[in-house]
């Protein structure tokens, strides 16, 4: 035997309107696809991260028009410089993140504001 409960009865009086059942399945459909191919999604983003004294990857290349982030994984300060001037971060303490978006093509070498044996270098093309 069915047992209806509270939440049955409210269903049957008050169901949901039809145009929002006949968008759900195409919006869940739609999430899932963007969640999957969607070259925008920050887990895509290129990142740089520090630890243990380096910047990972080392050199990195990217698009014209890339976003990408460097992440502090060490458990001291570190400064992300460009050489040129470009771009500098404020200090990033650990979990610290800073993102630059490379309009023009080039190499951007960089390095630690305070630890300047530390480098890397992001290659731009068009």
């Known amino acids: 035997m069915h047992r209806i409960t509270p939440h049955h009865m409210e269903e049957a009086m008050f169901p949901p309107p039809r145009s929002?059942?006949?968008l759900a399945a195409p919006l869940v459909a739609?999430?899932?696809?963007l969640a999957?191919?969607?070259?925008l999604?920050?887990?895509?983003?290129?990142?740089?991260?520090?630890?243990?004294?380096?910047?990972t990857p080392e050199n990195l290349t990217v698009k014209a028009g890339t976003t990408v982030t460097?992440?502090?994984?060490?458990?001291?300060?570190?400064l992300v410089v460009a050489t040129d001037g470009s771009f500098r971060?404020?200090?990033?303490?650990?979990?610290?993140?800073?993102?630059?978006?490379?309009?023009?093509?080039g190499d951007f070498p960089y390095f630690c504001g305070i630890h300047p044996q530390m480098q890397g270098k992001i290659t731009v093309s068009q």
């Open 20 to 22: 929002t059942r006949l």
């Open 89 to 105: 971060s404020k200090a990033l303490d650990t979990g610290d993140t800073f993102a630059f978006t490379f309009t023009k093509s």
């Open 70 to 78: 460097f992440e502090n994984d060490d458990d001291i300060p570190h």
């Open 36 to 39: 999957f191919h969607s070259p």
């Open 30 to 33: 739609l999430g899932i696809a």
């Open 41 to 55: 999604l920050a887990a895509d983003a290129p990142r740089v991260k520090i630890a243990n004294f380096t910047f």
